[in-house]
């Protein structure tokens, strides 16, 4: 995953939840779960999309 790809979630993460989760990211993810899942599941819409 690259580091654009992080920054735009992180973005369109604060831009409807605020400050409300921890956004600290770890090696393979986020270090909050609820975060971690919202990536994943944006990250599979921006595959299925490209494809």
Do not use: C, I, K, P
Request: without cysteine.
């Amino acid at each position: 995953m690259s580091d654009a790809q992080r920054s735009r979630f992180e973005r369109l993460y604060r831009s409807m939840h605020g400050d409300r989760h921890d956004m600290t990211r770890t090696y393979l993810g986020y270090a909050s779960e609820v975060v971690n899942r919202a990536f994943f599941f944006w990250q599979s819409g921006l595959e299925s999309g490209a494809a």
